[in-house]
């Protein structure tokens, strides 16, 4: 299990460490739905020291068919890039993008379920970092090699609990659907042949579990959330999404209250490519 100060580092914790002279390996995750190459908005205006990291190509294996749209890489290639990115055991990486926190989410899945422990996810993103009086610099960061060992290959079967199809399909688990309520209900589908949902599955989007200011809800906030929606945390949880990202939101915020949800990786992506697999749909 995870507490928050195991999950998450507020910007102003952030600050604190490198005042007293500490240092962290910073990644910087920029991407969103609508502009999946953050690089350029990373050239603009990153926390300083931070190495750019593309969830595209570097936290997903696009050469993998049959598993969604953002197949999870192997550990082999999680290790390669990381000591690229300058990731080194005895440092605390800590992880961060500028929107709903997918990105970082997705980047702390990755490095946690491939075996690395000491990662943080900047709460509130850049805009927190930027709201506590924090500097930006621009342009690359090349850093000096990291020298972290990945201790699992398979993602699939890493440090982080994770579902299959089958698993998904078979009720054992209270699941999660992270996508919007329209995607969930099926009245539109912008990515994926088919809409629908998951039988049986709860819509709890994964924005619904940020503040305002893009900081994850405190534990009280969260607890009503999920009683309201008829979720028991002392009962196995898993979660989805349209294809691993977002739903890692949903991972990271019940991780940090103490709860291990499993990731269904390859999500409603993978879930709708195989047409005998059920479709729910709902007017609600």
């Known amino acids: 299990m995870q507490t928050g100060n195991q999950v998450l580092i507020t910007a ?3 600050g604190s460490l490198f ?10 995750v920029r991407w969103r739905f609508d502009e999946p190459d953050g690089h350029p908005a990373y050239l603009a ?4 020291g931070a190495v750019y990291v593309s969830l595209e190509d570097e936290l997903s294996d696009h050469t993998i068919s049959c598993r969604g749209r953002h197949p999870l890489p192997s550990g082999r290639r999680i290790e390669a890039a990381a000591r690229r990115w300058g990731v080194s055991a005895e440092v605390l990486t800590v992880v961060y993008d500028d929107w709903n926190r997918a990105g970082s989410a997705r980047a702390w899945w990755v490095l946690t379920a491939a075996g690395l422990a000491n990662v943080r996810i900047l709460d509130g ?4 970092w930027r709201s506590a009086g924090g500097a930006l610099e621009t342009g690359p960061v090349v850093p000096a090699a990291g020298n972290i060992t990945v201790p699992h290959d398979d993602l699939y079967a890493g440090r982080r609990p994770t579902l299959t199809a089958e698993q998904a399909a078979a009720g054992l688990v209270t699941l999660l659907d992270a996508r919007a309520p329209e995607r969930f209900r099926g009245d539109v589908e912008p990515v994926d042949a088919v809409a629908g949902h998951i039988p049986g599955a709860k819509n709890l989007p994964s924005g619904s579990l940020l503040t305002g200011d893009g900081t994850f809800l ?3 906030a969260l607890d009503e959330l999920l009683f309201n929606l008829g979720v028991d945390l002392t009962e196995p949880v898993g979660a989805y999404c349209g294809s691993g990202i977002t739903a890692a939101v949903t991972v990271a915020a019940l991780a940090a209250v103490g709860c291990d949800a499993a990731l269904y990786p390859g999500s409603w992506s993978e879930w709708s490519s195989d047409p005998s697999r059920p479709v729910a749909r709902t007017t609600d």
């Not at 005042?19 to 910087?28: P, Y």
């Not at 205006?45 to 300083?48: A, I, K, T, V």
């Not at 993103?125 to 927190?128: D, K, N, S």
């Open 125 to 128: 993103g850049l805009a927190a």
């Open 218 to 220: 405190p534990r009280n």
């Open 45 to 48: 205006g990153h926390l300083p």
């Open 12 to 14: 102003e914790e952030l």
């Open 19 to 28: 005042q007293n002279g500490e240092t962290a390996t910073l990644l910087d």
